[in-house]
């Protein structure tokens, strides 16, 4: 089974930049698809971006050209770098990981708070 374990999440100012990662730990073959999701207060969780094995990307129109996804598959870890932050992007942010062996069943990470201040 696959188990997430996220970090890099914080307290940034608004137009600040933070990195966060995913890597993937337990006992697995290899890793399809990886993704962060986010949820905001009071919100539905969102799709922020999401990439491929291959690396084929697609991202939320709220945060295209300012958060960035990434991979590397020697070390199973997903990035995402988030640049020009804005208040509207906090939110607790997961990382969702896709078995090879079981596809279309993603498994979840606890979520790491990313909080922005204006």
């Known amino acids: 089974q696959v188990h997430p374990v996220e970090s890099g999440g914080g307290l940034v100012q608004a137009g600040g930049s933070l990195r966060l990662s995913c890597a993937a730990s337990?006992?697995?073959?290899?890793?399809?698809?990886m993704g962060w999701y986010r949820q905001a207060p009071g919100q539905q969780r969102e799709l922020v971006a999401r990439t491929s094995r291959r690396g084929t990307t697609n991202y939320a129109d709220s945060v295209k050209g300012r958060l960035t996804i990434s991979r590397d598959n020697a070390k199973n870890t997903v990035y995402l770098q988030m640049n020009s932050l804005k208040p509207e992007d906090t939110a607790v942010y997961y990382c969702?990981?896709?078995?090879?062996?079981?596809?279309?069943?993603?498994?979840w990470g606890q979520g790491t708070q990313v909080t922005v201040s204006s």
């Open positions: 337990g006992t697995f073959f290899s890793i399809n698809a």
């Open positions: 969702t990981l896709e078995d090879s062996q079981r596809p279309g069943n993603d498994y």
